[in-house]
T-cell receptor
């Protein structure tokens, strides 16, 4: 199993550009999440999904959009990139099975908006 | 709503010394508690978790943590630090099983430095 994979690993965007961060998991997990990590701030939840076709906002959703058309994929879309979106983005997934609450994280995407 | 406070953004210990990373939580219902570790330029990896049952939980790499409801704490310890323990550690809480209760709330992290 590859677990949770994210692409790209690193990207530089100009202000106003858009891009999609890809996330795929092969563990058949129902739940998927997007976080951003800023220095000294921990991880903040952007969006999450409880299953294909169902998404909901987290703590910091402004400037982002998501979709979940399959169990495996949960892309994060940035429209009109701003310097404030410079961050490291982590995708994670978890199972709804009792006792399986652990979230598994991908390696992250580093985004720099200039 | 739940919250997590990690006391000390940076902890420095000598190799072989006790590691103690502090975490206090706030939750309106019995929480599930987690410690994750992040090595440089990597994602987060689960160290250990408390859901129900025994309040002293053991994790990977010799770490353990004790859930103390009366103190609303879940401090992480390791008897003897190793150079390879140098990383950032995150405490996290969720309200437990079901629906959006799976959302984790993270502390701001504690960077552990191990000196030779």
């Amino acid at each position: 199993n590859a677990g949770v994979t994210q692409t790209p690993k690193f990207r530089i965007l100009k202000i106003g550009q858009s891009m999609t961060l890809q996330c795929t998991q092969d563990m058949n997990h129902n739940y998927m999440y997007w976080y951003r990590q800023d220095p000294g701030m921990g991880l903040k939840l952007i969006y999450y999904s409880v299953g294909a076709g169902i998404t909901d906002k987290g703590e910091v959703p402004n400037g982002y959009n998501v979709s979940r058309s399959t169990t495996e994929d949960f892309p994060l879309r940035l429209e009109l990139a701003a310097p404030s979106q410079t961050s490291v983005y982590f995708c994670a997934s978890s199972s709804t099975d009792r006792g399986q609450e652990t979230q598994y994280f991908g390696p992250g995407t580093r985004l720099l908006v200039l | 709503a739940q919250s997590v406070t990690q006391l000390g953004s940076h902890v420095s210990v000598s190799e072989g010394a006790l590691v103690l990373l502090r975490c206090n939580y706030s939750s309106s219902v019995p929480p599930y508690l987690f410690w994750y570790v992040q090595y440089p330029n990597q994602g987060l990896q689960l160290l250990l978790k408390y859901t129900t049952g025994a309040t002293l939980v053991k994790g990977i790499n010799g770490f353990e943590a004790e859930f103390k409801k009366s103190e609303t704490s879940f401090h992480l310890t390791k008897p003897s630090a190793h150079m390879s323990d140098a990383a950032e550690y995150f405490c996290a809480v969720t309200l437990g099983s079901g629906g959006s209760n799976y959302k984790l709330t993270f502390g701001k992290g504690t960077l552990l430095t191990v000196n030779p």
